[in-house]
């Protein structure tokens, strides 16, 4: 059970960060209800998604592909990234060096 607070990031949308060392951060992402997003944006980290549950549809550099439990891939250093939840679920990512944006 992690001790960082759970945040708000959109609508059905919320993050709490799992675990962090100046390296490397794990943090889960809930989606509550289909069609919820995580908006494109991009960062400097590189980072590694894990598909927990549910089904969600990315974008990663304009290429669309969907997911589901247990896919995982990796996403490069500013690299324009995005999801659609189709069926509510948890995203854990991990990021390298951590994000201290997220703390």
């Known amino acids: 059970m992690s001790d960082f607070p759970i945040v708000t990031t959109g609508e ?5 960060v799992l675990s962090d060392h100046a390296d490397l951060m794990m943090v889960a992402f809930t989606f509550e209800k289909a069609g919820a997003e995580g908006a494109l944006h991009n960062h400097p980290h590189v980072q590694s998604t894990f598909v927990e549950s549910g089904r969600f ?5 304009g290429v669309e592909k969907e997911v589901g439990p247990g ?12 999801c659609v ?3 509510p679920g948890r995203l ?4 390298t060096p951590r994000r201290d944006d997220f703390l």
């Open 12 to 16: 059905n949308v919320t993050r709490q």
């Open 57 to 61: 549809r990315f974008s990663v550099g």
């Open 71 to 82: 896919d995982t891939f990796v996403i490069s250093s500013d690299v324009v990234h995005g």
């Open 85 to 87: 939840c189709l069926e």
């Open 92 to 95: 854990v990512d991990c990021f």
